[in-house]
């Protein structure tokens, strides 16, 4: 059984740190204070008002992208990433939060807004449904996406597949790991409301498929509709997808496990499948890959909070990229896709690939 959140601050308080080997953030930074088991133990006495409550010393709580490679390798069943979360929740409650979340839930909400905008810019005004059988929700940071999935399911012979008509374009994933769980709890409750049409609504960003199927019901938001990664629902359709003939080149893409699609939700197959058959023979694989894999740098609020550690993670992903003299890194998360396109590299989105290779001749 997973341990409550005292018992996970004590294990991780005492316990030799085994898990110290696998943090993106003190791989990066080379910092024994940014170390799982050191914020853990951090927040540990913030609870037991045994540290100064001030917003230095509450810093290193915002030090993980809650990337989960730390509870891959705890034999405690320990999760440090989400009992951060917690931590800044508590920072942010006694005045202490992040000085760069300030304002966090008006800039979210500005943003899923706006996602939702975007996407009536691309999608055509019928693709919009009250309700349907299948809707996919806008996601943020990469409005194609809805336009590009919409074309694969077309493609595949899903037409039938709708755009969710709301106005959030965000399962509000920001909000939970900036630490302000209210905001997140009214963000869901709205984001619900607008659902409740539809029974099954496919999700893009793998951390809001993540915050939708347990962070909703862990907060007492019930959702109507079952949450699907884009992965999992084109999945299904694997029959339909046409095999590419050509055989791939030496230097073909990495694929890259976007965290919280990999370790939170355990889905590592589904995109794998679905690119065998745009690539024969599959895409490359780091060498550290599925439950191993390295995050992209891009999770737990970190591009606003660390934005330097974010950049330095982010280039120890690609390292590998690099030496391999490959270009191309396929990825199925808007975030890892904005995050693993630099330094001559391209990152594509799943759904690109696929609508690549399902275009008529
Ligand atoms: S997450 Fe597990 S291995 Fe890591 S410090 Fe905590 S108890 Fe120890
Ligand atoms: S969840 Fe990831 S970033 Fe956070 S402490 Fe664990 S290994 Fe480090």
Excluded at 154 to 172: F, K, Q
Excluded at 245 to 251: I, L, M, N, W, Y
Aim: net charge neutral; glycine share 8%.
């Amino acid at each position: 059984m997973m341990p409550d959140l005292d018992a996970s601050l004590t294990l991780c308080t005492y316990c030799p740190k085994l898990c110290r080997h696998t943090c993106p953030v003190s791989n990066a930074e080379a910092r024994e204070t940014v170390i799982p088991g050191a914020k853990m133990a951090t927040m540990r006495l913030a609870r037991l008002g045994k540290l100064e409550s001030d917003v230095e010393s509450t810093a290193s709580l915002y030090a993980c992208t809650g990337c989960g490679a730390c509870s891959e390798v705890c034999l405690h069943g320990v999760t440090p990433g989400r009992h951060l979360f917690t931590g800044r929740a508590d920072a942010e409650r006694t005045g202490h939060g992040h000085p760069a979340l300030a304002g966090l839930p008006d800039r979210v909400r500005a943003h899923a807004e706006a996602s939702a905008r975007a996407a009536r810019e691309v999608v055509p005004p019928h693709r919009f449904q009250p309700s349907a059988e299948v809707a996919l929700l806008p996601g943020c940071d990469d409005p194609e996406a809805t336009a590009t999935t919409l074309t694969v399911c077309d493609r595949i012979g899903a037409e039938y597949v709708g755009v969710a008509d709301v106005s959030l374009g965000c399962g509000g994933y920001p909000l939970l790991a900036g630490g302000f769980p209210d905001a997140f709890r009214l963000h869901a409750e709205a984001l619900a409301r607008q659902l409740q049409g539809y029974s099954r609504v496919v999700v893009p960003c793998p951390a809001c498929v993540w915050a939708m199927r347990v962070e909703y019901p862990a907060h007492g938001v019930p959702l109507r509709p079952e949450v699907l990664h884009t992965s999992e629902f084109l999945a299904q359709f694997i029959e339909r997808l046409p095999v590419a003939a050509a055989a791939r080149p030496a230097a073909a893409a990495f694929y890259h496990d976007p965290c919280y699609l990999g370790r939170q939700l355990g889905i590592y197959d589904a995109p794998r499948r679905l690119l065998e058959r745009a690539f024969p023979g599959g895409v490359r694989e780091f060498s550290r890959t599925r439950g191993e894999s390295e995050c992209s740098g891009g999770g737990g609020v970190l591009p606003l909070t660390m934005p330097a550690t974010a950049d330095a993670i982010t280039a120890r992903r690609l390292e590998e990229v690099h030496e391999a003299g490959a270009t191309e890194v396929i990825t199925a998360c808007a975030t890892c896709k904005r995050r693993l396109t630099r330094d001559g590299v391209t990152a594509r989105d799943l759904v690109d690939v696929l609508a690549e290779a399902t275009r008529p001749a």
